[in-house]
């Protein structure tokens, strides 16, 4: 079973728009660990942000901004007023506590067109 | 500079030839992953190592090897490869407990297997 969903495969949006990327994952852990990974169209892949399953405290970083909630199992990314260079393909991805895997969803690519 | 390399970082062979990836990492992590990236599929697990002589499968560890014999070194073997191992490959490191913290990864192989 797939642990971690990204219902969107691709996003386009016009500069200056913000953009949500969704992120629904499946655990029966009480104990976990959820990331979001950048791939730019270079292909290496850049770390974001790392939430644990006790800190459900929202987190902005400059445009970036993380929206976690256990109730519905969701960790969202939003980028706020979207420039060229958020193009690229977003991970989501998840740790649980019992090993030591590491499952990521299957991406969404993030187009911002000039 | 901290930084995890891999070699090769293209490679075209012909089925059943035996090929290695180097994977080595300097920044002293205990643990060390190799995933594959495929359309459509995000980045699925292959192996990882939570430290020397420790390794166990991820989620698609069939056709692949892998060996931890130093720290820093960690090595994908395909000893008989198949059309369907074509992919992009990348390796990652991560200090301490395996999984729940960031992970540094390699810029990526693509390995063709005609």
């Known amino acids: 079973a797939q642990k971690v969903t990204q219902a969107q495969t691709e996003i386009s949006v016009v500069e200056k728009e913000d953009v949500t990327l969704d992120c629904v994952y499946e655990?029966?852990?009480?104990?976990?660990?959820l990331f979001w990974y950048k791939q730019p169209p270079s292909g290496e892949l850049v770390f974001l942000i790392r939430?644990?399953?006790?800190?459900?405290q929202n987190e902005i970083s400059g445009r970036y901004s993380w929206n976690f909630q256990k109730s519905t199992s969701s960790f969202n990314f939003t980028i706020t007023a979207s420039q060229v260079v958020d193009s690229a393909v977003y991970f989501c991805a998840l740790s649980e506590d019992h090993d030591y895997k590491l499952s990521f969803g299957a991406g969404t690519t993030v187009t911002v067109r000039a | 500079e901290a930084q995890v390399t891999q070699n090769p970082r293209y490679l075209i062979t012909v089925t059943g030839k035996k090929l290695t990836v180097t994977c080595s990492q300097n920044?002293?992590?205990?643990?060390m992953s190799w995933y594959r990236q495929d359309p459509g599929l995000g980045l699925r697990q292959i192996y990882y190592?939570?430290?020397?002589?420790?390794?166990d499968k991820g989620d698609v560890p069939e056709g692949y090897k892998v060996s931890r014999k130093e720290k820093r070194n960690f090595p994908l073997i395909l000893e008989s490869p198949s059309p369907n191992q074509t992919s992009l490959y990348f390796c990652?490191?991560?200090?301490?407990?395996?999984?729940?913290?960031?992970?540094?990864f390699g810029p990526g192989t693509r390995l063709t297997v005609l």
């Open positions: 190592s939570m430290n020397v002589e420790v390794t």
């Open positions: 920044m002293n992590h205990e643990y």
């Open positions: 990652a490191s991560s200090l301490g407990r395996g999984g729940i913290n960031e992970q540094f």
């Open positions: 655990t029966r852990d009480t104990t976990y660990y």
């Open positions: 939430r644990n399953s006790f800190d459900e």
